[in-house]
């Protein structure tokens, strides 16, 4: 029995103890968990490497204005039946409009005034011609028939010149004329309907607009810091925002020689091929010019924290502490980021787990 008893009383001793043992074995676990990092970081030493940059220039796509033409009507009337809409392919010589004019009328008076004036011209001369040989007239008022003969002659060729410019025939009665393009092309704009009235010197719209697309300019802005890395015939590839992914390789063509005041940017023009007219009047489009290679700080993008207006990364310091520095960043090459300032080649920083050194905010 009393062996018993003092079995029982060690087994109430080690029970009692045994929760003791529980909360130092926890105390003591939680202090080296404490010195541990909570998660895998990874610390590498980062070294400038020689890196290829690219210039991106934005631009547009516009037509070529050497191919470009706004027709206009050739005097002041009403038009009929134009059937042109934008996008709309047109012929050289094909009828776009007819035009119904009243000065028309003018043009074929001012015509027969002056036939009627030749004609009559033409039979004093005639009567001068054989006075003279009379020796009725004197040469020096024979002189003068001939002239007023010349300058009548001269009148009539005029207002004959004048009738065919605007579409019509001397000898004709019609006041309708057809309005014709004068190359082929795309439309790119209407300015008018039918049934409105065209004042053909006071009008600021033309009947249309019509461009051939074969060619087009990719015209972009280059800001005056840039524009020394610009140069004529130099090569650059050309991206659409239409076609993403595909690039059309060209060449420089213009760089302009003056400044824009408001932006402080020049226009720079590369002149490509358009065959197949896939690229559009007004496309978005970024130029690419490769600039000379430069020896830049590259890390991992998950390496640099933003904190409001800070930019740090954490670089380790002695007995597994780790320091926030400051940094500054320039351009971004993929997954990897520039580092203009804050670490210097051969520095060693966290490259993954950064994010975690962080002090947490709050309580």
Known sequence: MIHTALRKAFAVLALGCFPACIVGCRQEGDGAAANRPKVNLNVEAVHAENVAETLEIPGRVEADPAHLVHIFPPLSG??????????????????????????????REDFEKARIETQRADRALERGRLLLAHEVMSQADFQELSAT?????????????????????????????????????????VGTASGEMQRSLETSNGIATVANLDTVWVTGDVFEQDLGLVHPREPV??????????VVHGIISMVGDSLDPNTHSV?????IPNAQHRFKPSMFATLRVARPAQMRLLVPVEAVLHDGEKTEVYVPEAQGKYLARRVVTGATHNKRIEILSGINDGDQIVTQGAAFLREPVGD
């Open 267 to 271: 226009k720079v023009r590369v002149v």
């Open 237 to 246: 590839d050309v991206q659409f925002s239409a076609y993403p992914g595909e």
């Open 78 to 107: 009403r038009i009929l039946n134009l059937t042109l809409t934008p996008g709309q392919e047109v012929r050289k010589g094909q009828t776009v409009a007819m035009l119904q004019s009243g000065d028309v009328a003018q043009a």
């Open 149 to 189: 003969d010349d300058a009548a002659h001269a009148e009539q060729e005029r207002t004959r010149q004048r009738i065919r410019e605007l579409g019509f025939a001397e000898n004709g009665s019609t006041d309708v004329t057809p309005i014709t393009s004068p190359i082929s092309g795309t439309v790119l704009d």
